[in-house]
């Protein structure tokens, strides 16, 4: 069977289109981890979780068992 140069073309051409798109869509989901990791470090360093962590953390060393 014989191939016309234009079935080539548009098979090469729609895997590089999605190789991009995967490429795009690794970065846009990296981005979106490392937005949520900032997130969470500004609302575990905040004073009100910091505080009640400690407090967690003091009852727990002074439980009797």
């Known amino acids: 069977m014989v191939t016309s140069w ?24 990296t981005l979106a981890a490392c937005a949520l990791a900032a997130v969470l470090y500004k609302v575990v360093t905040s004073g009100a979780v910091s ?3 400690q407090q967690l953390i003091v009852k727990a060393l002074h439980a009797t068992f």
């Open 6 to 29: 234009w079935s080539v073309r548009r098979s090469r051409m729609r895997t590089a289109c999605e190789e991009g798109m995967t490429t795009a869509e690794y970065a846009v989901g």
């Open 51 to 53: 505080g009640a962590l």
